[in-house]
Nanobody
């Protein structure tokens, strides 16, 4: 069983930046594909990942809505995945979730990820 804990959320002004972290335990981190999803207020958790990083850091995916603004990375020595978020706007206000799956390949849809964190709130003020 993989346990995920996110941190780094908070309140930021429009145009600001945040870095989210997700620490994994209970599994073999280097064998996990890691992803970030989000759920906006009053909405459902998005079905497509914002960003995904494969087992080696060179293989990444970004949703078009965040490509160029968000950057995903991982530190296998620390069992941690990061999401660097820049140029934030009110539309980025959401609970951000870290997710994981054991696989050699990247997946971008929510149902492909069996392991989830509890989420961290990001609020962007206008």
């Amino acid at each position: 069983q993989v346990h995920l804990i996110e941190s780094g959320g908070g309140l930021v002004q429009t145009g600001g930046s945040l870095r989210l972290s997700c620490v994994a335990s209970g599994g073999t981190f280097s064998n996990l594909v890691m992803a970030w999803f989000r759920q906006a207020p009053g909405g459902e958790r998005e079905s497509q990942a914002l960003a995904v990083v494969g087992r080696s850091d060179g293989n990444t995916y970004y949703d078009p809505t965040v490509k160029g603004r968000f950057s995903i990375s991982r530190d296998n020595a620390k069992n941690t995945v990061y999401l660097e978020m820049n140029a934030l706007g009110p539309e980025d206000t959401a609970v951000y979730y870290c997710a994981a799956r054991y696989s050699r390949t990247i997946a971008v849809t929510r149902e492909m990820y069996p392991y989830w964190g509890q989420g961290t709130q990001v609020t962007v003020s206008s």
